[in-house]
């Protein structure tokens, strides 16, 4: 079989369509769906300034790809391809630098260490707490201690200090009311 000046044969057996046929079936077929490619990159791309970028590289790979082997339909050829950059783009954007990982301990940050900042507003809610705590009646104390501290179960409150479950279930509400006021209410 004699070769067209259009196609060339491969090493491997496939066929290789030259430049010339490429770029006219570019401009026939691909050039046309311009519009709907630049809406569907706008679309799906949250960087506007990189859409011109984009579509180049669109074009890019489907010239690239068409030199192998022209599509049969170029449209679902054109949009799977811009598709796929996509993907690839996102993908890449999420990949971390081993380096920058590496350097971290040399970085000498507390990785899940409170700083000074939050320590001292942690000790002071914890006074806080304490001296709401100790304006409380000591049963109430002891209630709200049991269930808040301990985790008990108001039966377990109960039996643990000798009450009815209805007396726990009042000091564990009395508690919380007086906390809540001493703690956020008002300072007048």
Not at 46 to 72: G, H, M, S, T, W
Not at 160 to 188: C, N, P, Q, Y
Request: charge should be neutral.
């Amino acid at each position: 079989m004699v070769d067209s000046p259009e196609f060339s044969r491969q090493a491997s057996g496939s066929v290789c369509v030259t430049p010339p046929e490429v770029r006219a079936w570019f401009v026939r077929e691909v050039l046309p769906l311009e519009a709907q490619l630049m809406q569907f990159l706008r679309r799906n791309w949250r960087n506007k300034a990189e859409i011109a970028d984009l579509r180049q590289d669109v074009y890019v790979r489907v010239f690239e790809a068409a030199k192998a082997e022209i599509p049969r339909a170029a449209r679902p050829f054109l949009f799977a391809t811009a598709r796929n950059l996509l993907i690839n783009r996102v993908r890449s954007e999420q990949v971390v630098s081993i380096e920058a990982v590496a350097d971290l301990d040399a970085l000498n940050i507390g990785h899940d260490e409170p700083g000074p900042d939050r320590a001292a507003i942690a000790r002071d809610e914890l006074r806080r707490l304490q001296a709401a705590l100790d304006h409380l009646p000591p049963r109430c104390r002891e209630a709200m201690l049991l269930r808040q501290v301990d985790g008990l179960s108001r039966r377990e409150i109960a039996a643990a200090m000798g009450i009815a479950e209805k007396t726990v279930k009042r000091h564990l509400a009395d508690g919380a009311r007086a906390l809540a006021d001493h703690l956020f209410g008002d300072a007048s």
